[in-house]
C-alpha cells in the first residue's frame, strides 16, 4: 500500500492509498488457554501485593513535567534490573530498554509517560479505600508505567520469546505537548512498524490523533472613566460581540474522522468597575479529528476577531495553536491493530469499550509519521488531572492482562508496507 503526503495550509497529512483496510484480528481466544499466558497471567496473580505497592511507591515520587529525573532514574534501573538491552537516558529524559527480537520480526514501540501535571506538589500519600487507590497521579500515567513494568516481568517470567523487539519507553513532557515522545522519534535511528501508548482509561481505544488549534484573543482599547466613555471604544463590548459569533460556527458531529468542537473557556480584563477596559481577553478551546476542519475553522474565527474590531474600533492580538494538527490514517479503524485490541478487550469483558479517532497521547506522534498506532489503557479512573485522582486495583491487573495478549497476539502481525 503506497503512502501518499500531502501539504495543507503548510502541514503535512499522511494517507494511505489503496483499498480500505480489511485486515483480520489476530487474537483468537485459545491464545489465553495457552502454557505461556496461563504462566503469565498466574504470576500477575501471585505478585498481587508486590505490584500494588510498587504503584504506591511510584505514585509517591512527585514527577512534575521538566522535573521527572528522580522517576526516570527508578526506571532505567528497572529496566537493568529486567535485562533489557540498550538501557540509557536520552538528552531530553526519556529513558529506552529494548527487548530485541529477530530479525525478521516488527520494530514496536510501547511507551508510556513519566510526567504528571501536578506543578508545585512535593509530597504525595496514596490512600486506599477497598479496590481504590487515591493520590494525585494514580492514574495518569503512574499505572501505565506500572503496567510497563509488570507486564514485561510476566512474560519473562513466563518463558516469552519474542520474534517482534520492542521498544519500551517511559518518557517526559507528555503532559505539555508530547515533548520527549517528538524529540525521541527525531533522534531514534529505528524505523518503527506499530506504536502502543500506555494512556488513557481501559476501554478507550484511540486509533486517530485529535488536532488542538485554539488560542487566545486579546481586544484593545483607550480605555476611559465611565463619564466620560460615551462613543469610546469598548473592548469587552467587543468580546462578547465575539463569543456570540464564533458560538454560530458550524462543527461537525460527524462522521467521527470530522468531529470538530469549540468553546470559549476563559474571559477577563478590566481592572475597575467605573472605567471602559483597556484590555479583554478570551480563551478558545478548539479540536477536531480533522486538520481540514480545524484549518477551516482557525480561519473563520480569524475573520470573526477582524470584522469585530473593525466594527467596534479596537485593535486585536490573536494566537492561534499550530503545533498539534490531527492526523488520520485512511482504513485504521479496520486494521489488524484496532481490531486485535478490540476483540481482546471484549474478551476480557471490560466495560464501556469506545473506538474513536479522537486520541490525545503518544500514539498520536506515530501517526503523524504515518505508522499505525492505538493507546491501550491503564486502568479505569475518575478526577484526572486533580488532587483527588482515583484509580481502580482491578482495573490495573485487567489491563496488563490487556497489554500482554496484545503483545503475544502482535507476534503474528502481517508485513506492513510503510
Known sequence: ???????????????????????????????????????????????????????????????????????????????????????????????????????????????????????????????????????????????????????IKALQ????????????????GEEIGFVGMKAYFEGAKEKFDLVLALDGDLGKVHYGALGFGGGKVVYKGPGAHTMQSRGIPNPAVAVAKTITRLYQIECPASPLERWTILNVGMIGGGRVTNAVPQEVFLTIDLRSASQ?????????????????AKEEKVVFDLNLRKDSPAYQISGARESFLVKTLVDILNYLKVKDIEVDPLGSTEANVGLAQGILSVNLGRTYGRFKHSLREEAEIEGLFLAMKQIILMLVSLEKAPKLDY
Open 1 to 151: 500500500m503506497a503512502k501518499k503526503l500531502v501539504s495543507l495550509g503548510g502541514v503535512l497529512l499522511i494517507f494511505l492509498l489503496g483499498p480500505a483496510r480489511a485486515d483480520k484480528s489476530l487474537f483468537t481466544p485459545d491464545v489465553v488457554t495457552s502454557p505461556l499466558i496461563k504462566k503469565a497471567f498466574s504470576f500477575l496473580e501471585k505478585n498481587r501485593d508486590k505490584i500494588i505497592t510498587n504503584w504506591i511507591y511510584l505514585t509517591e515520587i512527585p514527577s512534575p513535567s521538566g522535573n521527572e529525573g528522580e522517576r526516570a532514574a527508578y526506571m532505567r534501573q528497572i529496566f537493568k534490573n529486567l535485562g533489557l538491552h540498550q538501557v540509557q537516558i536520552d538528552s531530553q529524559g526519556n529513558v529506552q530498554g529494548v527487548w530485541p527480537g529477530r530479525k525478521e520480526g516488527k520494530r514496536i514501540l510501547i511507551s508510556a509517560h513519566m510526567d504528571t501535571v501536578f506543578q508545585g506538589v512535593k509530597s504525595i500519600k496514596v490512600r486506599r479505600e477497598g479496590n481504590v487507590l487515591k493520590a494525585p497521579g494514580i492514574g495518569d500515567d503512574t499505572a501505565s508505567l506500572i503496567n510497563l513494568i509488570w507486564t
Open 292 to 308: 481540514e476542519e480545524l484549518e477551516k475553522i482557525q480561519a473563520q474565527i480569524q475573520q470573526i476577531c477582524r470584522e469585530v
Open 157 to 172: 517470567e513466563a518463558g516469552f520469546q519474542p520474534v517482534n523487539t520492542y521498544y519500551f519507553l517511559a518518557t517526559v
